[in-house]
Structure formats: C-alpha cells, structure tokens
C-alpha cells in the first residue's frame, strides 16, 4: 500500500467500503474534530471548573483554601458535580461553534474584502466569525451552565440553608428549575451568558487565529505544527477569560441566587454593583491555559488525520 492510499483511507484495512467512510469522515470533519476537542477539554477541566463557580459563589481565602475544603467536605466526587451535562452536552455545543465560525467566516469572505491572507483581514474575519458562534450558542448553552452550576454548588446551599445534604441529579436540577421557575427559567441569566460567549468568542477565535499566524514560521498560518497549537490556544484562552470574566462571575452568582428561597439581586446590575468583579480570577486563568491549549491541539490534529474534500 502507498503512502497516497493510506492518508486517502484514515482506517485502512478496517472497513470494506473505505471510500464511503471517507466521504463521512471528510463531510464531518470539523463536527468530529471539535467533539473530540470538547471531551478532551471537559475530562480534564471539570474539577477546575468546579473551584471556579465555588469561588465565585462563596469565600474562600485562596484557591487551594477551595481545594482543600471541598475535598474535606465532598470528597473527590466534589470536584466532578454536575460534569455529566458538559460531558453529554458540550460536543454538540462545541460542534455547532465550530461550524458556524468556518461557515461565518465563508460568508464573509464572499460578502466582504476580509479574505484573511493578510493579518489585518485575518483578526477581524476571526473576530466576526467568532462573534456570530458565540451568540448562536448561548441560547442552547445557558440551561446547561444554569443546571451544571446548581449541581456544582447543590451541597453547598443545603448547608447554608440548614438542610439535610442530598444527592441530586442534573435531571431532577432541571425539573426542579422548572418547577420554581417555569419552562423559561431555564434560560436565567441569558443576558449574561449571551454577553460572555459572543465578546468571549470572537475574541477567543480572533486572538488564536492571530497568535497562529504570528508563531508560524512563514508568518503565513500554514506551516504550524502541534507546539503552534497549542501556544496559541493556552494564550488565547487566558486572554479571553481575562476580558469576560467580570461578565462570567455576574452569570454564575444570579444563576446561583435561583436556589436562594430569596432572590438576593435584582438583575444583574444590582449584581454587579456589589461584588468583586475578579473573584476567582486565579482557578480560572490556571484552569485556562492547559484546557484551551488542549482543545486546539487536539482539534487541530483531528483536522489533519481527516483531510478536506478534494
């Protein structure tokens, strides 16, 4: 077998119609590449990701205060509460910005003089494509971060409240959101959730292109390799966090304030007039570097084990 035959057949050998696998796998290859980056990303993040809602939503006098703590308390199944919607979930939500980020960007490229060859094209290309997927999936993202946070935080208000400790599920979350709140109560918070994903993903997207671009050895984009990658993704994803996360903590503490039996905060500017809009800050930027350097190296190499359509 030729080396041209086995990169046009990804599974050789395996499958008794390798060019309709192909076709499948060419067709699907920014869905696959992005679930597999969203796994890799969520397996790892959870229990980060879990310290950052806590310190959002309670005192704790540093970090690994946090960590030690809810060790103590919960266990290690404390790190990983409320991973399962994420895990299910967040390769659907992941595909789908994705997809409209490269269909975003094609649009433009037709409609608009940013063809992306240059750097001065290619960060607001990157920029409005990234715009476009972070408002598109803020809609389907918010009852999953809304339900994802209540797991996270479940233990914690029932000892605030003077409750016998319960294990819930994310389902019964869910349905006891519904419940208190109405169908639509699953979208508290939108506001803010529609906010941090649309400026966070443009500049999310718009920051790695560039820091893509720059690292090349070309200065062109396309000769990079996995060390590219995953720079580009550890930066960029620290750099948006850097600019959303005052937006992020508003999200979690009213998303929180739905459990109260009280609503604490108006709206979110009552919100966020009284807190301390960088609470937090520290898990999140030491969560942020690993996770989205992992989740563009991973997708980027998925992309190249599937070559595009001929």
Not at 31 to 56: E, W
Not at 124 to 133: D, F, I, K, M, V
Not at 240 to 255: A, E, G, H, N, R
Request: proline content about 5%.
């Amino acid at each position: 077998m030729t080396t041209e035959s086995i990169r046009s057949d990804p599974l050789p050998g395996l499958y008794p119609q390798p060019s309709a696998l192909q076709h499948y796998l060419q067709a699907n290859r920014t869905v696959i590449a992005a679930s597999s980056a969203a796994t890799a990303s969520v397996l790892v993040s959870g229990p980060f990701d879990s310290v950052k809602t806590r310190m959002q939503t309670h005192h704790y006098n540093s970090m690994l205060d946090c960590f030690k703590i809810t060790f103590q308390q919960e266990g290690t199944r404390g790190f990983f509460r409320g991973m399962i919607p994420p895990l299910i979930t967040v390769s659907a939500i992941k595909s789908l910005s994705f997809t409209v980020y490269e269909n975003s960007k094609a649009f433009l490229r037709s409609q608009t003089s940013l063809d992306g060859q240059s750097l001065s094209t290619l960060m607001p290309l990157a920029t409005l494509g990234g715009a476009c997927a972070g408002a598109w999936t803020s809609v389907f993202s918010c009852p999953l971060e809304l339900v994802k946070i209540q797991r996270q935080l479940e233990v914690l208000m029932q000892q605030a409240n003077g409750v016998q400790t319960v294990e819930s599920s994310s389902l019964r979350a869910a349905t006891q959101i519904v419940k208190r709140h109405g169908m639509f109560g699953l979208w508290n918070g939108l506001g803010c959730q529609s906010a941090r994903d649309t400026f966070g993903t443009a500049f999310y997207f718009g920051s790695y292109e560039t820091s893509k671009r720059l690292l090349s050895k070309n200065g062109d984009g396309k000769d990079t390799g996995p060390l590219t990658h995953f720079l580009s993704g550890g930066l960029c994803g620290m750099a948006s966090w850097l600019l959303v996360f005052p937006v992020d903590l508003v999200k979690s503490v009213i998303q929180k304030d739905l459990m109260m039996p009280e609503r604490k905060y108006k709206n979110a500017r009552d919100c966020a007039r009284v807190l301390g809009l960088y609470r937090g800050l520290s898990v999140t930027l030491v969560r942020a570097f690993p996770i989205h350097s992992l989740n563009f190296l991973v997708y980027e190499q998925v992309l190249r084990l599937i070559p595009p359509p001929s």
